[in-house]
Nanobody, 127 residues
Framework: QLQLMESGGGSVQTGGSLRLSCNASYVSGSYTMTWFRQAPGLEREGVAA?????????ADSVKGRFTISQENMNTKNTLYLDMDVLKPEDTGRYYC????????????????????WGQGTPVTVSS
């Protein structure tokens, strides 16, 4: 059973930056790991995804501002989301999710395709 745990959320002002982390037990083979977010009253939406081969995809709303990356060590994987030039509309709870095997790019932001989820970390951007 893969366990995911996010950290790094917080409160910042517009234009600020945050780095989110998601710790996971070691994963190998074909996979997709993705950051989702959910604002109050809205559906969960995909933000950024990365495959085992390093391919990335971003939602249009965060392109040029967010960067997804991963660090694979012998016993664990860590997923990161560097968020710059934050806007109030980036406010929400951010979740990391994992899927085996990797998803086709067009499905990367389909929440129903993911089995493993973390508990989320809150991000608040004030104007």
């Amino acid at each position: 059973q893969l366990q995911l745990m996010e950290s790094g959320g917080g409160s910042v002002q517009t234009g600020g930056s945050l780095r989110l982390s998601c710790n996971a037990s070691y994963v190998s083979g074909s996979y997709t790991m993705t950051w989702f977010r959910q604002a109050p009253g809205l559906e969960r939406e995909g933000v950024a995804a990365i495959d085992d081969d390093g391919a990335t995809i971003y939602a249009d709303s965060v392109k040029g501002r967010f960067t997804i990356s991963q660090e694979n060590m012998n016993t664990k994987n860590t997923l990161y989301l560097d968020m710059d030039v934050l806007k109030p509309e980036d406010t929400g709870r951010y979740y990391c999710a994992a899927r085996f095997p990797r998803l086709r790019a067009e499905w990367a932001f389909s929440a129903n395709e993911y089995v493993f989820w973390g508990q989320g970390t809150p991000v608040t951007v004030s104007s």
